[in-house]
C-alpha cells in the first residue's frame, strides 16, 4: 500500500469514493511524513494500552497510533469516511472506528466500554474551529487518560500554554493550567496539510494532573472570577469581578483579603491567586 502522506494516493482514494473536503468540517488532511510519527511517540504508548482519536480523516496518524497501541477507537462524524477508512486502514484489525460527536458523547462510557481498563492517551489533529470547546470537554470531564496530545492551530496552542502576564494569556490559559500541565511540542507549517490552511499548526500535550486544588462551589466560583475578569481585561479586577454579582465594597475587600492591589487586572494574577480569591469569596 502506499504512504497515507502520499498526495497522488490520497486524491486517488478519496475520488475512488467521491469524497470531497468539507471547509464546514476543517478538514485538513496530513501529508507531511514526519508530523504523525512524532505525534504518536509522544503518547507514549504500548500493546497494553489504547488511544482515542478524535477525527481521524485520511487514517494517517490512526495507522501510527495503531502501529503503536494495542487499540485504537477513533471518533468521526463525516459519515462518507468509513469506506475510505476501511480502505486506508485495511492491515490494522485494532481500530474501532465509532460514528460519534466527541461534544455529545458519553466519553468515561466510552472508554470503559472499549478500552477495558487499559491506559488511555488521547491524540488528534483537531479542526481548528472546535479547538477550545474539545479541549475543555476532555478536561472538565476527568477522564482517565494519560495525556492528550493534539495539533491545533499555531496561535490557539500559544493561547492554550501561555503563562501568566502574557498577552496570549487568558481564560481559557488559566483552565488549561487549571487542569492539566501543558507544553508545545513543535511546530507543523501549513504545507503540511492538504488543502493546505491559511495558518500554520502546533503540536501541544497536555498531562492532566490527579488531584486538583477545589471541588463544588468553590471551583465554579474560580472560574466565574476567571471568566469576569477576562471578559473585561482591560478594566481593573476591581471593576470586572463586579460581574459575578458582587457588590464593589465586597470585590475590594476580596482582594484585600489576598493581598492582591485593586488596581490589578486579570493577566497580571497567577492561577494560584485566582484560586485564593475563589476561597475568599464571600458566602450568600
Partial sequence: ????????????????????????????????PSVCPRMAEACDLDKDSAALEIGPGFGVLTKELAERAGKVVALEVDERLPAVLAETLADYDNVELVMQDVLKADLPALLNEKCGGKKVAVCANLPYYITSP????????????????????????????????????????????????????FSVSRGSFMPAPNVDSAVIRLVPKTELPLSGD???????????????????????????????????????????PVTARAEQLTLEQFIELAKAYPEA
Fill in 134 to 185: 474539545v479541549i475543555m470537554c476532555l478536561l472538565e470531564q476527568r477522564l482517565p487518560v494519560s495525556c492528550i496530545t493534539v495539533m491545533v492551530q499555531k496561535e490557539a496552542a500559544q493561547r492554550l500554554c501561555a503563562k501568566p502576564g502574557t498577552r496570549e494569556c487568558g481564560a481559557v490559559s488559566l483552565a488549561v493550567q487549571y487542569y492539566a500541565e501543558a507544553e508545545t511540542l
Fill in 218 to 260: 468553590t471551583e465554579r466560583r474560580l472560574f466565574a472570577l476567571i471568566k469576569a475578569a477576562f471578559g473585561k481585561r482591560r478594566k481593573t479586577l476591581q471593576n470586572a469581578l463586579q460581574d459575578t454579582g458582587l457588590s464593589r465594597e465586597q470585590v475590594t475587600a476580596m482582594l484585600e483579603a489576598c493581598d492582591v
Fill in 1 to 32: 500500500m502506499p504512504a497515507l502522506t502520499d498526495a497522488g494516493y490520497i486524491r486517488a482514494v478519496l475520488g475512488k469514493h467521491g469524497f470531497h473536503f468539507s471547509k464546514g468540517l476543517g478538514q485538513n488532511f496530513l501529508i507531511n
